[in-house]
């Protein structure tokens, strides 16, 4: 069993592990942990947000990637955050189904699922598809199969009454209409987003996601992403989150980008493999995520995904970290956040937005 907490303590959540080792920083590197803004927002009841357990732990001699893990798991584990693991917005459906990836910078170890349902926790499964297995990525039933046969707890339903009466509501105003017509490819999206500005559903959660990327003290990067999709997705519906080099690509000589936001934009242009190659090639955190922005603005061109300045309309975030522990969030839209935390403690920082 390769993970280094045992299987039970792993499972429980991220039970701390407090022996703080003797820590020789390997020059220039700065511990850091780094997510989208809802890192340092939801506690699940608790006292601690993602971003400031993930660093606790990592900093106190947990594997870089699983606490990360153990961060995520308070967002997933939260019925307030209604775009991530258990009551996140189900599909057109009324199901709820979750994608995760997961990567381990030092150990190259990278594993996913998509489209699993009754796991609350669908980043404990993408780790141990990562640290147990062959492969890199298991969906639907097979996921979900696999890890009720890894001990983990299998429910029939994810939804909360917030996010089965937001579904209802979408169903109520818009069956059939959410399939595009390929004649006219028109207003799919236009019921979910109208619900968004009535405060049905946070503007935030309608692609929302969490993307939590760290370096520990002795340079290791690792990186996790977990969602519950696209709100009232097409059932099997696939976005970013789970697919490696989309959602979230982790090279530990350069380090780490993942993605909140529309997931078709980015999976067409698979810009966290592209966030780091460009930090490889030399650009800050900053520089390299502006370029996959740009890189996006430029391959949409429908004019469903633009707004009335021929700009894209959608929302997408990266949140990019090098392997120094230099780090930046950007945003294809203005006033966007991210969550931080490093010695000086959990904060939110302004990403740099491409169209302000
Ligand atoms: N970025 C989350 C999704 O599109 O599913």
């Given at each position: 069993m390769p993970l280094d907490l045992s299987r039970r303590e792993f499972l429980q959540a991220g039970?701390?592990?407090a022996v703080a080792p003797t820590i020789i920083l390997p020059q220039g590197v700065k511990p850091v942990v780094i997510s989208s803004g809802n890192g340092n927002q939801f506690k699940n009841g608790g006292t601690e947000t993602c971003v400031a357990r993930a660093f606790r732990l990592m900093t106190s001699g947990t594997d870089v990637l699983e606490s990360l893990i153990a961060g995520v798991n308070i967002v997933e584990l939260d019925?307030?955050?209604?775009?991530?693991?258990?009551g996140g917005l189900p599909n057109a459906h009324g199901i709820v189904q979750l994608d995760s990836c997961c990567m381990h910078g030092p150990k190259k170890w990278a594993g996913g699922v998509a489209s699993?349902?009754?796991?609350?926790?669908p980043s404990k499964v993408a780790y141990i598809v990562a640290s147990?297995?062959?492969?890199h990525l298991l969906v639907g039933k097979g996921a979900k199969d696999f890890a009720r046969n890894m001990g983990l707890e299998i429910e029939a339903d994810l939804n909360t009454e917030r996010s089965r009466a937001a579904w209802l509501e979408w169903m109520r105003r818009t069956d059939p209409g959410?399939?595009?017509?390929?004649?006219?490819?028109?207003?799919?999206l236009e019921a979910t987003l109208q619900m968004s500005r009535e405060g049905w559903?946070?503007?935030?959660?309608?692609w929302g996601t969490i993307n939590c990327n760290g370096i520990n003290p002795k340079g290791e990067v690792a990186g996790v992403t977990t969602t519950s999709g696209l709100?009232?997705?097409?059932?099997?519906r696939v976005g970013d989150s789970p697919i490696l080099g989309a959602g979230l690509y982790v090279d530990n000589a350069v380090g780490a980008a993942g993605s909140t936001g529309r997931g078709e934009a980015n999976l067409y242009n698979l810009c966290s493999y592209l966030v780091v190659e460009e930090m490889r090639r030399g650009k800050s955190p900053k520089d390299a995520g502006m370029e996959a922005l740009k890189r996006v603005a430029a391959n949409t061109v429908e004019k469903r995904l633009l707004n009335e300045r021929g700009r894209p309309a959608f929302g997408l975030n990266f949140y990019v970290l090098d392997a120094k522990g230099r780090h930046a969030g950007v945003a294809m839209q203005g006033g966007a956040k991210y969550a931080v935390c490093d010695e000086n403690g959990p904060r939110l920082e302004n990403c740099e937005a491409l169209f302000a």
């Open positions: 039970a701390a592990v019925p307030l955050d209604t775009s991530v693991g258990y699993i349902e009754g796991v609350r926790t147990s297995t062959d492969h959410h399939y595009l017509d390929p004649n006219k490819r028109g207003d799919g559903i946070d503007p935030e959660h309608v709100a009232f997705k097409i059932p099997g």
